[in-house]
């Protein structure tokens, strides 16, 4: 099945699953004893999807996605290069009390949130993301920042949130649709009460 025979929506999901690292584990036919035609083609969808797939003791089937976003790995490799987040690194080693800590999968964090390199490739990529994804509809700089501050930390993140907004045509063309000429405003007048 290629992805031609999607429609819209599994297209969609497929591209939002893909920078997951998935495990499919696949019963053949005569485990799965409820499977028709249709099941069938799920589950090639899923098993497509890299799912794992269990049959429990009634006969339904039980998907699980074990997912680690690969993007999170990226980051994580690329804090090793970056030396500024490599000497925050070594001083929340020594002082227990920075705001600066190591998470329990090694990456460095501020606050709870995922200390991102100056890279200017993996910012483009969360900045984008975060604004024209499949899950996102071109949120302005300040929503786009309370959004992202959530999860990500670097420095100067509100500078390139605004900066990057700001070159979205998308969002400039709407936000002169908007606009009301100032020729058209007018003083309101209101008149004194005595």
């Not at 069938?40 to 890299?50: D, G, Q, S």
């Not at 984008?128 to 993140?157: F, I, Q, R």
Request: hydrophobic share 40%; charged share 30%.
């Amino acid at each position: 099945m290629s992805q031609k025979d999607l429609n819209l929506r599994q297209r969609r999901w497929l591209e939002l699953l893909k920078d997951y690292e998935l495990v499919i584990d696949y019963h053949p036919g005569k485990a799965n004893v409820v499977a028709d035609a249709l099941s069938r083609k799920l589950l090639f969808v899923l098993r497509a999807m890299n799912t794992q797939l269990k049959i429990s003791g009634d006969g339904s089937i039980l998907v699980e996605i074990r997912a680690r976003p690969m993007f999170l790995q990226e980051i994580f490799e690329a804090q090793k290069n970056d030396e500024d987040l490599l000497a925050k690194r070594k001083q929340c080693e020594a002082d227990m009390g920075s705001d600066f800590r190591i998470g329990s999968d090694g990456c460095l964090m501020f606050k709870n949130r995922i200390c991102v390199p100056k890279n200017d490739e993996l910012i483009q990529r969360i900045l984008y993301e975060a604004h024209n994804g499949c899950l996102a509809v071109h949120p302005g700089s300040t929503k786009m920042y309370n959004d992202l501050k959530k999860m990500y930390w670097w420095s100067g993140m509100k500078r390139d949130i605004s900066e990057f907004v700001s070159k979205c045509l998308v969002c400039q063309q709407v936000k002169a649709e908007h606009q009301v000429p100032s020729g058209l405003l007018q003083p309101i007048m209101v008149p004194e009460w005595k």
